[in-house]
């Protein structure tokens, strides 16, 4: 069999065999709905209990601020539309986000905008940080809300959440943030940073895919956005998905014990891999912080002259699985919004390369891309005319 190395982890994990074992049982046997009241479902809802403890503890939360949804995407879609539905009546209908949002919180703001609401978008700095100055400059009267997100899912880079938090809760205002790829993978504690909404997803740690959490702090004061039964406290109808619920319980649980171990681990193969590029790829540039202000995992680099998508065709027949802030992947015509707004030129974006690390990544994994990874980007180059037309550039900016 030949080699495959998964290196995509922030677009998804795998769920981890002791969630899968923890979950089966609620498939078969504890099938009740938790909204019968008959014992035979008191499994179930003293399942959904300890789940809502697992994950009350990673976040510093207590359990009744603990809200399951569908996912993370419907987390955020809650925390913006929500809150603008409940406080508008207040003359509160500004939103503050970023440019370097996730899909889940950008076509969000741009549909409450349709609907007439106002919502700013702030720029980053080149290393992907928004800067405290320009919140501040944006906030208004009838702000609702700011909503950041703790770390970007492209180049990695982690806000400085806590000063944000800090400077909404002085202001009243309230500070969401879309904490999906930050969740048990950086430590997080939501009183220390003033947090009141926090957004996370379960397959981004090593949980099943379609069961998210939202933290909403005791006291907040948002709409439902699903409307129906009673489920959660009659603030998230659905008959509960209580298998998943039991996966992401156990996920995050064990996915954060492991963090201590496994941080440090998968930084240090992290930076293996950028040495080991940016020394074998000429003009290679990484996109994104430095490692302490970036996900121990992430690495993005741009190579100018190629064309991300082809790049990825290539390692894929080498068994490599990564991504890009190319332009066809997202079936659009712009590249990646977060490359564009940390300043890069169409050219480095669509040469861009997001390589995610993961607990199953090894030393092994790192020195196999390493041996074909530059031999794929030269031979790309050597065909390429954006990389002819890159050389000759720099002999004219040389002379
Ligand atoms: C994956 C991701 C989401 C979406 O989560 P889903 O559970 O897939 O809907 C939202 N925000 C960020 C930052 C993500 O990485």
Same mark, same amino acid.
């Given at each position: 069999?030949?080699?495959?190395?998964?290196?995509?982890?922030?677009?998804?994990?795998?769920?981890?065999?002791? +969630?899968?074992?923890?979950?089966?049982? &609620?498939?078969?046997?504890?099938?009740?709905?938790?909204?019968?009241?008959?014992?035979?479902?008191?499994?179930?809802? !003293?399942?959904?209990?300890?789940?809502?403890?697992? +994950? @009350?503890?990673?976040?510093?939360?207590?359990?009744?601020?603990?809200?399951?949804?569908?996912?993370?995407?419907?987390?955020?879609?809650?925390?913006?539309?929500?809150?603008?539905?409940?406080?508008?009546?207040?003359? !509160?209908?500004?939103?503050?986000?970023?440019?370097?949002?996730?899909? @889940?919180?950008?076509?969000? =703001?741009?549909?409450?905008?349709?609907? /007439? &609401?106002?919502?700013?978008?702030?720029?980053?700095?080149?290393?992907?940080?928004?800067?405290?100055?320009?919140?501040? !400059?944006?906030?208004?009267?009838?702000?609702?809300?700011?909503?950041?997100?703790?770390?970007?899912?492209?180049?990695?880079?982690?806000?400085?959440?806590?000063?944000?938090?800090?400077?909404?809760?002085?202001?009243?205002?309230?500070?969401?943030?879309?904490?999906?790829?930050?969740?048990?993978?950086?430590?997080?504690?939501?009183?220390?940073?003033?947090?009141?909404?926090?957004?996370?997803?379960?397959?981004?740690?090593?949980?099943?895919?379609?069961?998210?959490?939202?933290?909403?702090?005791? =006291?907040?004061?948002?709409?439902?956005?699903?409307?129906? /039964?009673?489920?959660?406290?009659?603030? %998230?109808?659905?008959?509960?998905?209580?298998?998943?619920?039991?996966?992401? =319980?156990?996920?995050?649980?064990?996915?954060?014990?492991?963090?201590?171990?496994?941080?440090? %681990?998968?930084?240090?193969?992290?930076? $293996?891999? +950028?040495?080991?590029? $940016?020394?074998?790829?000429?003009?290679?540039?990484?996109? /994104?912080?430095?490692?302490?202000?970036?996900?121990?995992?992430?690495?993005?680099?741009?190579?100018?002259?190629?064309?991300?998508?082809? $790049?990825?065709?290539?390692?894929?027949?080498?068994?490599? &699985?990564?991504?890009?802030?190319?332009?066809?992947?997202?079936?659009?015509?712009?590249?990646?919004?977060?490359?564009?707004?940390?300043?890069?030129?169409?050219?480095? @974006?669509?040469?861009?390369?997001?390589?995610?690390? =993961?607990?199953?990544?090894?030393?092994?994994?790192?020195?196999?891309?390493?041996?074909?990874?530059?031999?794929?980007? @030269?031979?790309?180059?050597?065909?390429?005319?954006?990389?002819?037309?890159?050389?000759?550039?720099?002999?004219?900016?040389?002379?």
């Amino acid at each position: 069999m030949s080699r495959q190395v998964y290196l995509d982890y922030a677009a998804t994990t795998y769920t981890a065999p002791e +969630v899968v074992e923890a979950m089966a049982p &609620y498939f078969t046997e504890s099938f009740g709905n938790p909204s019968s009241i008959y014992s035979f479902s008191d499994r179930n809802r !003293k399942a959904m209990t300890k789940a809502r403890e697992q +994950v @009350a503890a990673v976040l510093g939360a207590s359990q009744d601020e603990i809200f399951f949804t569908g996912s993370g995407t419907e987390s955020d879609n809650w925390a913006l539309k929500g809150t603008v539905w409940k406080l508008a009546a207040k003359g !509160k209908d500004h939103i503050i986000t970023t440019k370097i949002e996730h899909h @889940a919180i950008l076509h969000t =703001g741009e549909f409450l905008q349709r609907q /007439g &609401y106002d919502v700013t978008y702030l720029p980053v700095d080149e290393e992907g940080r928004v800067r405290l100055e320009d919140l501040k !400059k944006a906030v208004t009267d009838r702000t609702a809300l700011v909503s950041i997100m703790f770390a970007n899912n492209e180049i990695g880079t982690i806000q400085p959440i806590a000063e944000i938090g800090a400077f909404c809760r002085e202001r009243g205002i309230l500070f969401h943030t879309d904490a999906v790829q930050a969740v048990a993978h950086v430590p997080i504690d939501v009183q220390a940073m003033n947090i009141d909404m926090l957004s996370l997803s379960a397959h981004k740690f090593y949980g099943p895919k379609g069961i998210g959490a939202m933290y909403l702090r005791k =006291g907040t004061r948002i709409e439902n956005f699903i409307h129906g /039964g009673g489920q959660e406290k009659g603030r %998230r109808a659905s008959t509960e998905n209580v298998a998943g619920i039991v996966g992401l =319980g156990k996920a995050i649980e064990q996915t954060a014990s492991r963090m201590a171990e496994s941080a440090p %681990r998968i930084t240090t193969l992290r930076d $293996m891999l +950028v040495d080991g590029v $940016m020394k074998a790829v000429p003009h290679a540039k990484l996109n /994104g912080a430095p490692s302490g202000e970036r996900l121990p995992n992430n690495a993005n680099f741009s190579f100018v002259g190629i064309e991300g998508e082809t $790049m990825l065709l290539d390692l894929d027949r080498a068994g490599i &699985y990564g991504s890009t802030g190319s332009a066809c992947s997202s079936g659009s015509l712009d590249p990646s919004h977060v490359l564009m707004a940390i300043g890069l030129s169409h050219e480095q @974006a669509h040469g861009s390369l997001r390589l995610t690390l =993961g607990e199953e990544t090894t030393g092994e994994d790192i020195r196999y891309v390493l041996s074909v990874l530059p031999d794929i980007v @030269a031979q790309r180059r050597a065909m390429s005319p954006l990389w002819e037309d890159y050389l000759k550039g720099l002999q004219k900016e040389s002379r």
